[in-house]
C-alpha cells in the first residue's frame, strides 16, 4: 500500500545550526507534498508545501526540495531557533488523501 | 475565521461507554477529515467527506466507529462501545475543493481520548 517513510525519528541540533529530515513515498500518483509542524497540545499547522512540478522551494529560513525520480523529498531549516522545537510529519497527497510520515522531534538547544 | 473547531477538547471515559467528538470545519471548506493520532501508528486518516458525503472510510477501524456530517457545518465521531485500545488524539481537518486553489488541510487542535 502507499507508504511515507521519514527519517531521523528524533534530531537535536545546537540553536544556530541547521536541521534535515528526509522522507520516501512509494506512490508514484502523488503529487502535492507538504510538511506540518505541530507544537505540544496542538494540532498539525502547515509550515511549506510543494508540487510535483517544482523541485525546490524556499520560504525564509525554511526550504523543501523534491526528487520526483527517486520519490524523495526533504525539509531544510536554517539558523535553527529555539522555537522550532516541535514534531515535524511529510506527507504525500494525491487527490485529497494525505499520506503522513511517522514524525520527526526536533530539539534546538540553546 | 476561528479555523477548525473541535469539542470536547479532552474526554475520559470508561471501556464500553459510547463516546462522541464533533467537528465544526472551517466555513466554506467542501472536505472534511477524520484523522487518529498515537505513538505506534502516527497520523492515521479514518474518514473523509466531500460536500457532507462518505467517500472514503477504507481507514475507520472497527464498526464500532461510525462518522456523520449531517450538514455542512458540523460533523461528529462516534465509538460504541470504547475500548481501552481507542485511546489517542483524534483530530479534524477541512479544505476547500479543486476551485478553490489549494491542497491545504486545515487541522483542528484535537481531542484527547482516554478510555480507561
Known amino acids: 500500500g502507499e507508504n511515507v517513510e521519514q527519517h531521523p525519528s528524533t534530531l537535536s541540533v545546537q540553536e544556530g545550526d541547521s536541521a534535515v529530515i528526509k522522507c520516501t513515498y512509494s506512490?508514484?500518483?502523488?503529487?502535492?507534498f507538504p510538511w506540518y509542524k505541530q507544537e505540544l497540545g496542538k494540532g498539525p499547522q502547515l509550515i511549506i508545501d510543494i508540487r510535483s512540478n517544482v523541485g525546490e522551494k524556499k520560504d525564509q529560513r525554511i526550504a523543501v526540495t523534491l526528487n520526483k525520480t527517486a520519490k524523495h523529498f526533504s525539509l531544510h531549516i536554517t539558523e535553527t531557533q529555539p522555537e522550532d522545537s516541535a514534531v515535524y510529519f511529510c506527507?504525500?497527497?494525491?487527490?485529497?488523501?494525505?499520506?503522513f510520515g511517522t514524525g520527526t522531534r526536533l530539539k534546538v538547544l540553546a | 475565521d476561528a479555523g477548525v473547531i473541535q469539542s470536547p477538547r479532552h474526554e475520559v471515559t470508561e471501556m464500553g461507554q459510547e463516546v462522541t467528538l464533533r467537528c465544526k470545519p472551517i466555513s466554506g471548506h467542501d472536505y472534511l477529515f477524520w484523522y487518529r493520532q498515537t505513538m505506534m501508528r502516527g497520523l492515521e486518516l479514518l474518514i473523509y467527506f466531500n460536500n457532507n458525503v462518505p467517500i472514503d472510510d477504507s481507514g475507520m477501524p472497527e464498526d464500532r466507529f461510525s462518522a456523520k456530517m449531517p450538514n455542512a457545518s458540523f460533523s461528529t465521531l462516534k465509538i460504541q462501545p470504547s475500548e481501552p485500545r481507542d485511546s489517542a488524539v483524534y483530530f479534524c481537518?477541512?479544505?476547500?475543493?479543486?476551485?478553490?486553489?489549494?491542497?491545504?488541510?486545515?487541522f483542528g487542535p484535537g481531542t484527547r481520548l482516554t478510555v480507561l
Open positions: 506512490d508514484s500518483a502523488s503529487n502535492y
Open positions: 481537518a477541512s479544505r476547500t475543493g479543486p476551485s478553490g486553489g489549494g491542497n491545504e488541510q486545515f
Open positions: 506527507a504525500a497527497s494525491g487527490v485529497y488523501k494525505y499520506i
